[in-house]
């Protein structure tokens, strides 16, 4: 059975400093990884997504995530964070072929100022 | 346009009332969900239907029935509410599962028993 492990329930980071969010996944095969972000009283939206080909995979308001088969992981980061990137971030995993996603716990980030 | 929209998107009810919550997409998806997010964040997928047929059902109790009178609308139906149903429902939907696929999902119904 697939699961998704996020750590840190909560992280904090200051203004222009890197973010890095922690995923690791299990599964008997390879998954396809997904990063999501919710902010504030919204819905979830895609921030990036890794299927097959390039391990590093670059998504929407300058994150990048890089798929680590050896490790299991698939860590979130940006260089420098902004004070708009406060929210909850999740990571999710689908096997391929299947329409079933298992969403990590999530993690919210703080920026401080 | 709002690609995926629900309605509504507060509901405050009390206990053992019936509720729907509606879910329309205008993506021409042919796959869509409803998912379940609890007070402390964590989403869990409920149903899913691919053109009007179930093809995701998780452990949810009986007294929460979807349906799907086409493939661009998932309702969600939910009998004799109680206290643990307070939550927010996500409605999302997708085109297939090949690895090009995107989930995308609605604002979200804020879901409030009393």
């Known amino acids: 059975a697939q699961s998704v492990t996020q750590l840190g329930s909560h992280v904090s980071v200051s203004e222009g400093a890197l973010v890095l969010l922690r995923c690791n996944y299990s599964s008997s095969v390879p998954p396809y990884l997904f990063w999501y972000v919710q902010y504030p009283n919204q819905g979830l939206q895609l921030l990036l997504k890794?299927?097959?080909?390039?391990?590093l995979v670059k998504g929407i308001n300058g994150f990048e995530a890089e798929f680590k088969k050896s490790e299991t992981s698939f860590h979130l980061t940006k260089p420098s964070a902004h004070m708009s990137d406060a929210a909850e971030y999740f990571c999710?995993?689908?096997?391929?072929?299947?329409?079933?996603?298992?969403f990590g716990t999530g993690t919210r980030l703080k920026v401080l100022a | 346009d709002t690609a995926v929209s629900q309605t509504p998107k507060y509901l405050v009810t009390q206990m053992g009332n019936d509720k729907s919550i509606k879910c329309e997409q205008n993506l021409g998806h042919d796959t869509m969900y409803w998912y379940k997010q609890d007070s402390k964040k964590f989403l869990k997928i409920m149903f899913s239907y691919n053109n009007k047929e179930l093809i995701i059902n998780e452990t949810v109790p009986n007294r929460f029935s979807p349906k799907s009178p086409d493939k661009a609308h998932l309702n969600l139906h939910i009998n004799s509410l109680e206290l643990g149903d307070s939550a927010v429902y996500f409605c999302?939907?997708?085109?297939?599962?090949?690895?090009?696929?995107?989930?995308?999902f609605g604002p979200g119904t804020r879901l409030l028993v009393l």
């Open positions: 999302a939907s997708s085109q297939d599962v090949t690895e090009k696929e995107t989930q995308y």
């Open positions: 999710a995993v689908r096997l391929g072929g299947t329409y079933k996603y298992i």
């Open positions: 890794y299927t097959t080909g390039a391990t």
